[in-house]
Structure formats: C-alpha cells, structure tokens
C-alpha cells in the first residue's frame, strides 16, 4: 500500500492545470481544473448567454476535468479554493460596434471573446467574395467556414459592406438599394427616421455635388453597425435580395449592381440561409 502513493503523485504532474489552458497568473496557474469548477462555470455562462459555446471556457474547464477525474487528480465533488473565493463570472460588456463576452476564474480574466455577430460578418464577407467570383456555394464550403444557426440577417449583410465595399462613396443606386434593405428587414413602408436609409439617402445627396472623391461620404460612414441603426432585423431570403438587388440596378446609370456592394451582400446571405435551412 505504501507505493501506491508515489503513483498518484506522478498524477499529479500530470494534471491539466488552469495554466495549461488559459493565461493566468499566481496560485490558479498551477491549480488542477476541478469538477465543480467546470459546473460552475457551465451554470454561470448558461445563465448569461443562454448558452454553452463551442471552445468557450465551460467546455475547455469540463474537458480538463473530466480527464483530471478519470486519470484520478480530482474527485467528483472537488473544487479548488481560488475558484470557491473568488468565483468565476461571465460579463458582457459594450464597445464601438461589438459586444465582448469577458469569462474570469478567480478575478482573473480566463478568456475574451467577441460577440457571435462580429464572426458573421466577417465569414459572410468571405460568402460575398465567393458569391463575386461566382463560385460554387456549397453545403460543405458553408460548414468549413463554420458560418450557422438562427440565418444571416439583413442588417448583418449590411455590416458586411463595410468591409467589401465600404470606401465606395454612396451614390443613388446604393441608397435605394440600403432602403430597400431597410424596408425588408424592418417590415415598415416608410423610412426610419435615424436610420440607414434615411442616412444613405442624404449622403447620395451631398455627394452628387461633390468634386472631390475623398470628401465623398462612404459606404462605411453609413454602414458600419448597421444592426444597432434597424428597429427590426431578420434573416435574409432570395425575395429580400431579388428586391435590394432590382433597387440597386434601377437607379444606376447602366444598370448593374457593385461587385460587393449592398445588394451583392445580402444575395449572398440569402443563398447562404437557403443552403443551411
């Protein structure tokens, strides 16, 4: 019985540690991811995000334990003192344009992450780009880019011109094509007072009388959060982008749409939710 102790040592070293999967510091470094940490942390970030996301701390903490458990370092109802005093705690804080979710173990900021929309955005400007290219849009192209889950909405397609076209400077053909996004996500006949159409329809004004192309007001300038702008929002379908789209065309001089532009973007969010429904 007396060498038996030694084996659960060299467990021991063999722990997962708070270190070994997140950037902390102090005595939690060194600290074995416990069982009732991990279920902690899983009813907190429940609680807050209604849910428990992929590579988020509760699954790295539930992974680490329960191989911690198994190779005998914790037991089921062990919880480490750090964690106890101190908590674990998800925030949900506010800056320019995004939400970051901070998760903590111990007052120690454990893991950052960006609000779910952001990642969107930026994978449905790789959407748009392919949709320019006119490459085939497929099942397993969508599930590679990871891109899923409740539809890309019109107003994050509107977003996403921010980044495929947003130094075009907006001209009338944009601006139709913003209200009849707006008009389509918001369900209301009239332009929103505020909003992006509205925006859009007084930037086509000012720079039609503009010479100069760097004074021009940009897509960008209209664009950016545009989810935060729209009293409504909803995932985009190909009526929603057959309609942006015949705006767009119909107010251009030769009647074409901007690769990238607006209703390039909500077209490819529409096919996008045709292919993942």
């Known amino acids: 019985m007396s060498q038996e102790q030694p084996k659960r040592e060299d467990h021991q070293e063999e722990a997962i540690t708070y270190g070994d999967v997140f950037n902390v510091q102090g005595g939690l470094k060194t600290k074995p991811i416990a069982s009732v940490d991990a279920a902690t942390m899983q009813k907190v970030e ?20 329960m191989k911690n458990e198994r190779d005998g370092v914790v ?26 979710i901070s998760e903590s173990v111990g007052e120690q900021v454990a893991q950052k992450s960006v609000e779910e929309k952001e990642k ?63 008009v389509r996500a918001t369900g209301r006949t009239n332009i929103v007072p505020g909003g992006v159409a509205a925006a859009a329809q007084s ?46 065309m119909r107010n251009d001089p030769n009647l074409t749409t901007h690769p990238g532009g607006v209703s390039a973007a909500v077209a490819a969010a529409a096919r996008l939710n045709q292919i993942t429904n």
């Open 120 to 182: 969107r955005v930026n994978k449905l400007v790789e959407m748009v780009e392919q949709f320019s290219k006119k490459a085939p849009l497929t099942s397993s192209l969508v599930q590679e880019m990871g891109i899923g889950g409740g539809g890309i909405t019109i107003g994050e397609a509107l977003e996403a011109t921010v980044l495929t076209a947003g130094k075009k400077p907006v001209e009338w053909s944009d601006a139709a094509a913003i209200q009849a996004a707006e």
């Open 203 to 248: 930037a086509a004004t000012l720079n039609a009388r503009i010479t100069k192309e760097e004074d021009k007001t940009k897509l960008a300038d209209i664009l950016a959060d545009a989810t935060s702008k729209l009293p409504s929002d909803r995932a985009a379908t190909r009526r929603d982008a057959e309609g942006v789209t015949g705006a767009e």
């Open 75 to 100: 037991g089921l109802n062990d919880i480490n003192n750090i964690a106890a005093g101190d908590g674990v705690s998800v925030k949900e804080t506010d800056s320019p344009g995004r939400q970051v």
């Open 46 to 65: 429940s609680h807050l995000l209604g849910k428990n996301p992929k590579g988020g701390v509760a699954a790295a903490m539930q992974s680490a334990a």
